[in-house]
């Protein structure tokens, strides 16, 4: 079973705004899926649609192999949403906010205590606890807003922005549980964010979208694939021969594009025999930024064609 399937999922708000145009994509159980674009590219109206908050104006999507406008109470009990404002209780502490969720849940004055402060000790806002929220920092908010999402143990996790406002320490506690969850409880994780390289070093796989159109879907290795079929490679050396036709730079640094990796020690080999030394050589990939933009000029290019 899929965690998430969608189908040709379009949204027309009665405005006459059309935020999303027949997107289409899957997403398997335990992955960190990134949802990537820019604010309006239309990542809240997807995660409302998938959350049964709005209803399609075509196409379908199932969460669990469940339809979410057709059964919102059983898509909320299975996921977690925590959105870029959390929006909890400022007259109440931590642990009373929690407490509180955690009733509505269904789950036990016990059960619900013990999962709360296990929560707030992995967020590090144990010495918070009996504090109210009025008194939270912005990160301390995102923190408790993403422990409220937790306390039920969710099967998906939908984050927006989840590090917005965090410390770096923070941040990177957030990021090693979000891992976690993924790898060791199997919890599905639908980030949206428009911070690329932030997705990069988190994310399993990624959803690109601007201006409610999917450019593509994939991991990163199969989005790489998809743009380009060369590695650039930079050679320093202090003598490189005519016959291996390379780019030179500057003085001492010459450029190379490979198709795979093991054509690198040929050309190595190739400039040692010649004479030349090499000082450094150094492989380089194109980063989830770069294959982002190349996917945009391409959707650019076939709307200018139509």
Not at 29 to 49: D, H, M, Q, S, W
Not at 102 to 125: C, H, N, P, T, V
Not at 211 to 236: K, M, N
Not at 266 to 295: C, D, P
């Amino acid at each position: 079973m899929q965690a998430v399937a969608v189908e040709n999922l379009s949204k027309t708000y009665q405005s006459g705004k059309r935020a999303l145009h027949g997107i289409s994509f899957t997403i398997e159980p335990g992955e960190i899926f990134g949802f990537l674009g820019p604010n309006g590219a239309g990542k809240t109206t997807t995660v409302k649609l998938l959350g049964g908050m709005l209803t399609p104006t075509e196409g379908h999507c199932r969460v669990f192999d469940l339809t979410p406008n057709e059964n919102p109470a059983a898509i909320h009990k299975i996921s977690g949403f925590v959105t870029e404002h959390a929006q909890m209780y400022d007259n109440m502490t931590g642990m009373e906010n929690l407490l509180f969720y955690a009733s509505i849940f269904g789950m036990s004055e016990k059960a619900g205590k013990d999962r709360a402060q296990e929560l707030l000790d992995r967020l590090s806002l144990t010495e918070a606890r009996e504090q109210k929220l009025s008194s939270y920092s912005t990160g301390m908010r995102q923190r408790l807003s993403l422990a409220r999402a937790l306390l039920h143990s969710p099967k998906i996790l939908f984050l927006d922005e989840p590090t917005s406002g965090l410390d770096p320490e923070s941040a990177k506690n957030v990021n090693t549980l979000i891992r976690h969850l993924a790898s060791e409880n199997g919890t599905t994780v639908f980030l949206c964010t428009h911070q690329l390289r932030y997705a990069q070093e988190i994310c399993t796989c990624y959803g690109l979208i601007s201006s409610g159109t999917l450019l593509a879907c994939g991991t990163l290795e199969e989005l790489r694939d998809r743009v380009t079929t060369h590695i650039p490679v930079t050679i320093h050396a202090d003598y490189v021969p005519e016959n291996l036709h390379l780019m030179k730079k500057e003085p001492g640094i010459y450029t190379a594009a490979v198709t795979a990796e093991t054509e690198i020690p040929n050309i190595v080999k190739a400039i040692v025999e010649s004479g030349g030394r090499i000082y450094h050589v150094s492989a380089g990939e194109l980063t989830l930024e770069e294959i982002y933009f190349r996917f945009l000029e391409k959707n650019k290019q076939k709307e200018e064609h139509k």
